[in-house]
């Protein structure tokens, strides 16, 4: 069953430009991940939320979680062309328990 | 240091035909491993998931199957391969559940059948 939808599909910037893209859940959760995927690639972890934090950061990363809304947000902070992935989120779902992905949101970063 | 191998990088494949996609995890013990399959511009769907050797749960019904012969190798299997089950195919494990810590995933398989 599909937990968590990212918001938009698609985002085109301009190097140097913030991103943002959403993530909405259905259920309660533990925690929401976010996930980067370049093209033909495997899937790399990037950041970790709690439920019962708000905001998290790691480098040019800014990751929020609004529990009341189900809601996160991942903020990438002076994009570069080396940006350009499908970013998803991830949270728990399913009949066991495991992670469930969202479809992504396609990340392009012009030079 | 931890490491996750998949192979083949890319299979090419008739209808009908058998599969075997091969998943190694080196640096750590007792992993939880999970497979995911990827159709184009989708996310990930998971297949199967091990928390121990011989120990698979399926989470969805398919034309695969999956096996757990030693403590850091998953198997995913198919005696026939359908048209629909062309997609990226993606190994990973976690230190325990995944819904509490990350995964890390493989690199991949691109299957096509054709």
């Known amino acids: 069953s599909q937990q968590g939808e990212e918001d938009p599909q698609a985002l085109s910037i301009q190097e140097g430009e913030n991103a943002t893209m959403n993530c909405s859940y259905k259920?309660?959760?533990?925690?929401l991940q976010w996930y980067r995927q370049n093209s033909g690639r495997g899937l790399v972890h990037l950041i970790l939320?709690?439920?019962?934090?708000r905001e998290k950061h790691s480098g040019r990363l800014r990751v929020t979680l609004d529990t009341s809304k189900k809601s996160s947000s991942l903020l990438i902070t002076a994009s570069r062309a080396a940006d350009t992935a499908s970013y998803f989120c991830a949270t728990v779902g399913g009949s066991q328990g495991n992670l469930i992905f969202g479809k992504g949101t396609k990340l392009s970063v012009k030079p | 240091s931890q490491t996750i191998h998949q192979w083949p990088a890319t299979l090419v494949q008739p209808v009908g035909s058998p599969l075997s996609l091969e998943c190694t995890v080196e640096g750590t013990s007792n992993p939880n491993l999970y497979w995911y399959r990827q159709a184009a511009g989708r996310g990930l769907q998971l297949l199967f998931y091990?928390?121990?050797?011989?120990?698979i749960s399926s989470e969805v019904p398919q034309n695969l199957s999956a096996s757990r012969p030693q403590d850091r190798q998953f198997i995913l299997s198919s005696k026939k391969l359908l048209l629909s089950d062309s997609g990226f195919y993606l190994c990973a494990w976690s230190v325990g559940l995944a819904a509490i810590n990350e995964q890390f995933f493989g690199p991949g398989t691109r299957l096509t059948v054709l």
């Open positions: 259920t309660s959760i533990n925690n």
């Open positions: 091990s928390v121990g050797i011989g120990q």
């Open positions: 939320i709690r439920s019962n934090e």
